[in-house]
């Protein structure tokens, strides 16, 4: 392992100003996606759609540092026959894969999971490489209900992570570390504080256990903030401040860089609660974001499966990186989405 390489690659994921495109979505979620939408979810319309996203000039050479990708998506070609890896590259930005295989039914812990995937992990990893894969993600889902998390579902799950990164650095590729405490029920922030603290002090305990190196890996966690079906919605300041206060607490400043999903936010509410974070800066690492849907919900209305839209996408997905490129800053304000609009 050379973790001086690995340590430039994940600080030039979190680098100010830019950000990852989380475009990783499994077969089941792109059809999702594309179902609202009405789009049929063949291989050709998956490619042309991310082919219009890689091709956003000014996004993707202004705004995002890496994309991750889908297994089918990694082997596929532009319609011009160049692979799509090789456009994320001319952009300059770091392509990425997804590496996990999803989540299973954890016995014995009804209404939990854990994310499987790593057997035959390094043959695989050694293959991404070879087709210019420098970073690879792995998410693990904690959910919140009545009794759940269990202390099982919080320690298998920080298990495989730490096992998928290791093996990550071992192959020369830097893990992206996703523990997602789902932002999905009625819960309140302090509870999502208080599960999130427990996720993430596992999940560096496991870290240091396998002999993770932390300078060369990147986190992906969630915020802390409100569960969706919560009748109390903690307002900007107070996610950007809790979050701040519970990163604080549990990652070292070895890490260099965090990079959040969205998890279900609004556009908007994902831009301004990276920006607020920014203004109680400084921090002891990088800080930006790592957005699927808050990325790609405006391009993929705009385009609709149209090859008339392709510009209008790129312009919607155009302006989200830049939103979100300002809020690795702090520099982001509202009225910069009322002028756009
Ligand atoms: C893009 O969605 C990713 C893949 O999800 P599935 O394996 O369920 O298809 C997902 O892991 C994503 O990278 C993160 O959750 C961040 O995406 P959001 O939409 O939460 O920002």
Same mark, same amino acid.
């Given at each position: 392992?050379?973790?001086?390489?690995?340590?430039?690659?994940?600080?030039?994921?979190?680098?100010?100003?830019?950000?990852?495109?989380?475009?990783?979505?499994?077969?089941?979620?792109?059809?999702?996606?594309?179902?609202?939408?009405?789009?049929?979810?063949?291989?050709?319309?998956?490619?042309?759609?991310?082919?219009?996203?890689?091709?956003?000039?000014?996004?993707?050479?202004?705004?995002?540092?890496?994309?991750?990708?889908?297994?089918?998506?990694?082997?596929?070609?532009?319609?011009?026959?160049?692979?799509?890896?090789?456009?994320?590259?001319?952009?300059?930005?770091?392509?990425?894969?997804?590496?996990?295989?999803?989540?299973?039914?954890?016995?014995? @812990?009804?209404?939990?999971?854990?994310?499987?995937?790593?057997?035959?992990?390094?043959?695989?990893?050694?293959?991404?490489?070879?087709?210019?894969?420098?970073?690879?993600?792995?998410?693990?889902?904690?959910?919140?209900?009545?009794?759940?998390?269990?202390?099982?579902?919080?320690?298998?799950?920080?298990?495989?992570?730490?096992?998928?990164?290791?093996?990550?650095?071992?192959?020369?590729?830097?893990?992206?570390?996703?523990?997602?405490?789902?932002?999905?029920?009625?819960?309140?922030?302090?509870? @999502?504080?208080?599960?999130?603290?427990?996720?993430?002090?596992?999940?560096?305990?496991?870290?240091?256990?396998?002999?993770?190196?932390?300078?060369?890996?990147?986190?992906?966690?969630?915020?802390?903030?409100?569960?969706?079906? @919560?009748?109390?919605?903690?307002?900007?300041?107070?996610?950007?401040?809790?979050?701040?206060?519970?990163?604080?607490?549990?990652?070292?400043?070895?890490?260099?860089?965090?990079?959040?999903?969205?998890?279900?936010?609004?556009?908007?509410?994902?831009?301004?609660?990276?920006?607020?974070?920014?203004?109680?800066?400084?921090?002891?690492?990088?800080?930006?974001?790592?957005?699927?849907?808050?990325?790609?919900?405006?391009?993929?209305?705009?385009?609709?499966?149209?090859?008339?839209?392709?510009?209008?996408?790129?312009?919607?997905?155009?302006?989200?990186?830049?939103?979100?490129?300002?809020?690795?800053?702090?520099?982001?304000?509202?009225?910069?989405?009322?002028?756009?609009?």
């Amino acid at each position: 392992m050379n973790l001086t390489e690995l340590n430039g690659i994940a600080t030039a994921m979190v680098a100010p100003g830019k950000g990852i495109l989380a475009a990783d979505e499994s077969s089941g979620t792109i059809k999702k996606r594309f179902d609202a939408i009405g789009v049929e979810s063949t291989e050709g319309n998956r490619r042309d759609y991310r082919e219009m996203l890689f091709r956003a000039k000014e996004a993707m050479s202004r705004y995002i540092s890496g994309v991750i990708l889908y297994d089918e998506t990694i082997w596929q070609d532009a319609k011009d026959g160049t692979p799509l890896v090789k456009l994320i590259e001319q952009s300059g930005a770091i392509p990425g894969i997804k590496v996990d295989e999803g989540t299973q039914a954890l016995p014995m @812990c009804p209404g939990e999971t854990v994310t499987v995937g790593l057997d035959k992990l390094a043959e695989r990893l050694a293959k991404y490489y070879e087709r210019g894969a420098r970073f690879a993600k792995w998410r693990a889902v904690i959910d919140i209900g009545g009794g759940i998390p269990s202390m099982t579902a919080i320690s298998v799950n920080a298990h495989a992570l730490a096992r998928y990164a290791a093996l990550c650095q071992a192959a020369q590729i830097v893990p992206i570390v996703e523990p997602e405490v789902l932002m999905d029920g009625d819960h309140d922030i302090d509870r @999502c504080y208080e599960v999130t603290q427990r996720v993430l002090n596992k999940t560096f305990q496991e870290l240091r256990v396998q002999r993770v190196a932390l300078e060369g890996m990147v986190l992906k966690p969630n915020m802390a903030i409100s569960g969706k079906k @919560c009748a109390k919605q903690a307002s900007v300041e107070e996610v950007a401040e809790k979050t701040i206060r519970l990163l604080k607490a549990c990652v070292p400043a070895a890490v260099p860089g965090i990079a959040f999903l969205s998890g279900g936010q609004s556009d908007e509410e994902a831009t301004a609660h990276l920006n607020a974070m920014h203004r109680l800066g400084p921090l002891p690492w990088g800080l930006t974001f790592s957005y699927g849907r808050a990325l790609q919900a405006a391009p993929q209305k705009a385009w609709s499966g149209k090859t008339e839209n392709i510009a209008a996408g790129q312009n919607a997905f155009s302006h989200r990186a830049r939103m979100n490129g300002l809020a690795s800053r702090g520099e982001w304000q509202s009225s910069l989405e009322k002028k756009a609009a």
